[in-house]
T-cell receptor, first 113, second 113 residues
Framework: DQQVKQNSPSLSVQEGRISILNCDYT??????FLWYKKYPAEGPTFLIS?????DKNEDGRFTVFLNKSAKHLSLHIVPSQPGDSAVYFC????????????FGKGTSLLVTP | KAGVTQTPRYLIKTRGQQVTLSCSPI?????VSWYQQTPGQGLQFLFE???????NKGNFPGRFSGRQFSNSRSEMNVSTLELGDSALYLC????????????FGPGTRLLVL
């Protein structure tokens, strides 16, 4: 049963514009959320995280927003760059279940020049 | 700091054989988690070890097992390999801390023929 869902398998954005990647979750016990970026033949690279006590976290061009009532989070990349082209995974964990990460199936982002 | 390392990077086995994969976490990290990535199922949690004890386990058959040594290095074993075990096996480590952000290695690509 998929507890973390990324409903858009792919997204194409022009360089310089904003990329918005979305993620929905079903388990209300999740209290820590992360975004990972993955290139082919490499392991996921940690991008940014947010705990359930916050609704926004920024790190440079990356901002994650959390809407607990809607069980929804999003990753904003501004401005998008061609090097951002990769698969982005949303993940969630619950502190009462050993911090096992539950991943979405990923969104493939293509940033075109 | 050196990142998470995994050996071997690639492996070919035949059905019925067994395989052992190795993971060395980031220095100072005491938690090691294992994940399986397949095209159909995405990234799925296998198990997590902390201070040589398994403290969380995903929904995989008993053919999948692991252990952690006193230096935090971890091994994962799959016995009686099946074709469906072909996947990218990822190891992630995290430090002791409530955020528990996990950092991934490059993975071991296993092909079962």
């Amino acid at each position: 049963d998929q507890q973390v869902k990324q409903n858009s398998p792919s997204l194409s954005v022009q360089e310089g514009r904003i990329s918005i990647l979305n993620c929905d979750y079903t388990n209300s016990m999740f209290d820590y959320f992360l975004w990972y970026k993955k290139y082919p033949a490499e392991g996921p690279t940690f991008l940014i995280s947010i705990s359930s006590i916050k609704d926004k976290n920024e790190d440079g061009r990356f901002t994650v927003f959390l809407n607990k009532s809607a069980k929804h989070l999003s990753l904003h990349i501004v401005p998008s760059q061609p090097g951002d082209s990769a698969v982005y995974f949303c993940a969630a964990s619950a502190s009462n279940s050993g911090y096992a990460l539950n991943f979405g199936k990923g969104t493939s982002l293509l940033v075109t020049p | 700091k050196a990142g998470v390392t995994q050996t071997p990077r690639y492996l070919i086995k035949t059905r019925g054989q067994q395989v052992t994969l190795s993971c060395s976490p980031i220095s100072g990290h005491r938690s090691v988690s294992w994940y399986q990535q397949t095209p159909g199922q995405g990234l799925q949690f296998l198990f997590e070890y902390f201070s040589e004890t398994q403290r969380n386990k995903g929904n995989f058959p008993g053919r999948f097992s692991g252990r952690q040594f006193s230096n935090s290095r971890s091994e994962m074993n799959v016995s009686t390999l099946e074709l469906g075990d072909s996947a990218l096996y990822l190891c992630a480590s995290s430090s002791v801390g409530w955020t528990e952000t996990q950092y991934f290695g490059p993975g071991t690509r296993l092909l079962v023929l």
